[in-house]
């Protein structure tokens, strides 16, 4: 993960990436999608290659996206990527709400689960987001290729989800009107 200092203070440096607009972005767009699966917040990828990758694959409407950077601050963010004690939180937090959404007629799906968090669990403990990763694989479409040694995927898609804007420190264009692939 990259860090920047700004003023005294280190802050981890990320990347929102967006269809390409007339009209720049000021600030981050949250996603409040069903299957958001880190639940409703602010996106950010920690690796540029992955925005990109995110650009041509979801942010294809006009042909173009782009990518903006923000300085992020770490405080009540929940790291599940690197750190055991908060990835093992994170795992008896979505065991609980699994736990409790059976029980009830909510029933077990991604929105519920991340509604129960949101509204239980978040809040409580001062979570204003999460970095968390997923591992990739070897996608069909564009030809790309993560590991050419398989099945050993060995980098991670990692995201953060910010709840709380209070962390985004800065936000500001870093590459324009890039063509979908």
């Known amino acids: 993960m990259l860090r920047k200092n700004c003023g005294t203070n280190l802050y981890l440096e990320v990347y929102h990436t967006q269809e390409s ?3 720049k972005l000021t600030s ?3 996603c409040n999608r069903a299957d958001a699966w880190l639940g ?3 996106y950010f990828w920690m690796d540029e290659t992955f925005a990109h990758n995110w650009g ?4 294809k409407t006009t042909g173009y996206y782009d990518i903006y950077s923000a300085l992020i601050d770490e405080e009540g963010i929940l790291n599940a ?3 055991e004690k908060e990835y093992y939180f ?3 937090s979505i065991e609980k709400a699994r736990k ?3 029980k009830t007629l909510n029933g077990i799906n991604l929105q519920n689960v991340h509604r129960f968090l949101a509204d239980k669990v978040w809040p409580h403990m001062g979570i204003k987001g999460i970095i968390f990763d997923d591992i990739p694989h070897n996608a069909y479409n564009h030809g790309r290729i993560y590991s ?3 099945p050993l995927y060995y980098t991670k898609r990692i995201q953060i989800v910010i709840f709380d804007t209070k962390n985004i420190v800065t936000f500001v264009p870093h590459l324009l009107n890039e063509e979908c692939k």
């Not at 041509?56 to 942010?59: G, H, P, R, V, W």
Request: a positive charge.
């Open 21 to 23: 607009r007339k009209s």
């Open 28 to 30: 981050p767009i949250i």
């Open 40 to 42: 409703v917040g602010y």
């Open 56 to 59: 041509n694959d979801s942010k």
């Open 81 to 83: 990527t690197f750190d």
């Open 90 to 92: 994170f795992v008896k």
């Open 100 to 102: 409790y959404l059976a």
């Open 148 to 150: 050419d040694i398989k």
